[in-house]
């Protein structure tokens, strides 16, 4: 945890970890949204039969038809959360596989599901283009065409060459705007006045944090809470955060909200966030981390628990 801290201290920037009935198969296609970015959409295929069951590992069944040369998104199932906007950190299950061959990921068979900027040219241009503007909670199913999926040079570590086109089943699990906090209705604790750094930012508010000259280093690593929200308790696994950080020196400061983007973490790794067990989610949370050398100083981390994405 020390290290991605530092990120945001050194550079300014995040490393991010990188989404009820029973199964059917898909029968018709419902036609997505236009492409906030341009890109010509069509939402009738082909595509391959798949379960229609968010949350449930998809199996794709191929149609004799030759894929479509455009961007083609269908909603499978639809969710009923907030758009996903660009810019938002995206957290979705998803698998994906060649047209009419072998599946190339997979995050359905990983501990934890996949988060990334969307709509920011971080992902190829089919995420951005077919997932912006959908709705959390929904099952989407996109056939990527090459030149929207890893262009003429394909992809090779993972078998997709120059012209094979790429369909992707994607669960949209969250979807959360850079400005995001922990809950505006947190209760402030007493405890949050006896910290002895400057915190500023109510709940519901952006933090920062700074640390008053001759205020004593930390020996050992602790937490404090310092706003009380009424979620449910954090539980190992995958959680998003938003944090304010600074050297003990005030050498450098720096938050996730200056970056722009909130963070998927994992508790329960053995990392200093494992400290936000047992934390309602939506509280405001002090991290005092020691010294790991004479050279680097010891950090204040002020944390918002936005959400909690996976358990493991």
Known sequence: MRKTLAAVLVAGALALT???SDATDTETTTPATA????????????????????????ELAFPDDEPSTRLE?????AGDGEAVEAGDLLV??????????????????????????????????????????????????????PELGYGTGGNPDAGIEG??????????????PTDVTGSAD?????????????????????????????TAAPTESSATVLATADGEPVVAGGVIVQYAVAYWD???????????????VEVGTGGEFDALIGVPIGSRVLLLIPAPDEATPAIAAVVDIIDQVSTS
């Open 250 to 264: 005030n050498s450098s400061t720096g938050s996730t909200w200056d970056a722009g983007q909130p963070q998927a």
């Open 18 to 20: 990188a989404c009820s």
């Open 73 to 77: 998104v269908s909603v499978l199932a």
């Open 186 to 214: 947190a209760a402030v604790t007493p405890e949050a006045a006896t910290t002895g750094l400057e915190i500023t930012g109510t709940p519901g508010e952006p933090a920062s944090v700074s640390v008053p000259e001759g």
């Open 92 to 145: 979705v299950d998803y698998l994906g596989q060649v047209w009419g061959g072998e599946v190339f990921d997979s995050s359905f068979e990983r501990t934890s599901p996949a988060a990334f900027s969307i709509g920011t040219g971080q992902v190829i241009q089919g995420w951005d283009a077919g997932l912006v503007g959908q709705d959390v909670g929904s099952r989407v199913i996109l056939s990527i065409p």
């Open 163 to 176: 012209t094979d086109t790429l369909v992707f089943v994607v669960d949209i699990i969250g979807s959360y």
């Open 35 to 58: 492409s906030p970015t341009g890109i010509e959409i069509g939402g009738d295929g082909p595509f391959p039969e798949t379960s229609t069951v968010f949350g449930e590992t998809p």
